[in-house]
């Protein structure tokens, strides 16, 4: 599987972005897409994910409330429906699958997401 990672961009504190993962190649009932991201200097951490199969939707604590994780089977896509934006959201924004819960193997090269104060 292939994951690319869109819809980045510098918005306002306040504002709204909405992040694409559009995934080449099929996609299992039992994986799952996660969302993670990385700010300079430092550690990649979970933001949010969504199974394939029952659309079960977790998040980190930091985006519970201003995050929504979606995703359309047809597509082979899952969104990141950012709101309320702070400061502290700037980061590479990146999705992963987790096949099977055999742990995040399959990485997209990730989206810039920079929020102005």
């Known amino acids: 599987v292939q994951l690319q990672a869109s819809g980045g961009g510098l918005v306002q504190a306040g504002g709204s972005l909405r992040l694409s993962c559009a995934a080449s190649g099929t996609i299992y009932s039992n994986d799952i897409i996660g969302w993670f991201r990385q700010a300079p200097g430092k550690e990649r951490e979970y933001v949010a994910d969504?199974?394939?199969?029952?659309?079960?939707?977790r998040y980190a604590d930091s985006v519970k409330g201003r995050f929504t994780v979606s995703r359309v089977n047809a597509e082979n896509t899952a969104y990141l429906q950012m709101n309320s934006l702070k400061p502290e959201d700037t980061a590479f924004y990146y999705c992963?699958?987790?096949?099977?819960?055999?742990?995040?193997?399959?990485w997209g090269q990730g989206t810039q997401v920079t929020v102005s104060s």
């Open positions: 992963a699958v987790n096949p099977n819960g055999r742990g995040y193997e399959f």
């Open positions: 969504i199974s394939w199969r029952n659309n079960r939707k």
